[in-house]
């Protein structure tokens, strides 16, 4: 995998259905992660913090994510798996990718299937990790699945798996595609009637490989009460606490839950350190141009509403390009992508599409390595791509030589605009004008 393309998804072969999967990382360490009950290993990178997170384990081992039978990119099946067709798709990705002995992590309702996985194939399990789980779902009851099937696809689920994002519609609309994507209504019902009768507690005293449990204090979809008698009937159980309510495992405080994951699968935490938290992208910003003066001439209630077309107008252009949307700026916005022909058509059809409506832009763009600082980013690469921003011309899309060398052949036309000093970053940089 380059820097800049996600994983390619790939099928494995269980019986005769296939299961999707894709594979992050060449560590010496391979971990298989386990999904819950909503699942897509292409959208999933759509939402803001997954991808991070997997590139932060894959800085120390080969990580593998896969769709269950029946959802996602999976094939689609006659009814809800149970656990041992589960456990044989586990099986089958290992063998796929030729994988002898796995970390397994299990996520929410994925973790009773790990639990099982790990007692009857310790061989093949060098250590288990239990986020977000239960032995037995007492909260699917039969009322909560009424709901959970009646408002599938709208995004309702967010307000339990990520409450903290609830109130963003367009957190929502994002989490409704991704229901949608993951599985039709009718398998979801399948699936959470099968769920609400699992019950691994008998089996779970038989887990003798090292297991870590982890689980936050306030998890709105997932009681804590849950984790812990989870983890109090494995005999090898360590089990963390950590605060918030929201139920994805890349959501929250990651970062302190990416150590305890590092520590306990390699015995040390280094992946901690900035160095792993580093990512190369192209960085976009973008100026609205003589924003002042328009505002002065529009008066405050005109502008705001053009600064709130504008801000929608971004978002849609970003989300088109698969980019992601870091923050508005007041009168522009800072967005990074993983590849950086997305950046600059992005920039290209956002200058087209702001214009329409009275609001011409400037853009700048640079590639490099970035840091990650919760929902932020820093790092030289964001200066510079200010700077290249600065230099612009009204309606302009100006890109550093690194962008114009790295989309060579990719159709976009790039013209020579100078070697300029840039305010703060040392030597000369080589601008070009993008189009297309």
Request: net charge negative; proline share 4%.
């Amino acid at each position: 995998m380059s820097e800049f393309a996600l994983p390619e998804t790939r099928y494995a072969l269980s019986g005769d259905v296939n299961i999707a999967y894709q594979v992050m990382g060449a560590g010496p360490v391979d971990i298989i992660m386990v999904p819950g009950v909503v699942s897509h290993i292409e959208y999933s990178h759509e939402t803001d913090g997954y991808t991070a997170f997997l590139r932060r384990l894959s800085a120390f081992a080969r990580v593998v994510t896969f769709d269950k039978r029946g959802q996602g990119l999976s094939d689609r099946i006659s009814s809800a798996p149970t656990l041992e067709q589960r456990m044989d798709d586990v099986r089958a990705i290992m063998e796929a990718i030729g994988s002898q002995r796995s970390v397994v992590i299990g996520f929410s309702e994925g973790c009773a299937m790990s639990a099982l996985f790990a007692a009857t194939y310790p061989e093949r399990v060098s250590q288990l990790i239990l986020y977000g789980g239960f032995a037995v779902p007492t909260m699917l009851s039969e009322e909560t699945i009424a709901q959970r099937v009646k408002f599938w696809g709208t995004g309702a689920m967010i307000r339990t798996a990520r409450p903290s994002l609830a109130m963003n519609p367009d957190a929502v609309a994002q989490f409704a595609k991704f229901e949608r994507l993951s599985a039709s209504p009718g398998a979801i019902k399948a699936l959470s009637l099968l769920n609400a009768q699992i019950d691994v507690r008998s089996i779970l005293p038989s887990v003798q490989v090292p297991t870590l449990v982890l689980h936050r204090r306030e998890d709105a979809q997932v009681p804590v009460e849950l984790g812990r008698d989870l983890a109090a009937r494995i005999p090898t159980a360590k089990f963390i606490e950590y605060p918030g309510d929201d139920h994805l495992f890349w959501c929250g405080d990651a970062e302190t839950l990416l150590g305890d994951i590092e520590e306990f699968i390699t015995g040390h935490r280094d992946g901690s350190s900035a160095d792993l938290e580093r990512v190369l992208a192209t960085v976009l910003f973008t100026d609205i141009i003589d924003s002042t003066r328009s505002a002065a001439a529009a008066g405050d209630q005109a502008w705001r509403r053009l600064l709130d077309n504008h801000d929608e107008l971004a978002r849609q252009v970003v989300r088109k390009h698969r980019g992601a949307l870091v923050k508005t700026t007041g009168d522009g916005i800072l967005a990074t992508f993983d590849g950086p022909g997305r950046a600059v058509r992005c920039a290209l059809a956002l200058g087209a599409a702001t214009k329409q409506i009275g609001l011409p832009l400037r853009a700048g763009l640079h590639t490099g390595e970035i840091e990650m600082r919760g929902r932020d980013i820093g790092g030289i690469a964001v200066h510079v791509a200010a700077r290249v921003m600065a230099q612009c011309q009204s309606s302009e899309v100006l890109v550093s030589r690194v962008v114009t060398d790295l989309v060579a052949g990719a159709g976009l036309q790039f013209s020579e605009r100078g070697s300029y000093e840039l305010k703060g970053i040392p030597g000369r940089w080589d601008l070009f004008a993008a189009s297309t």
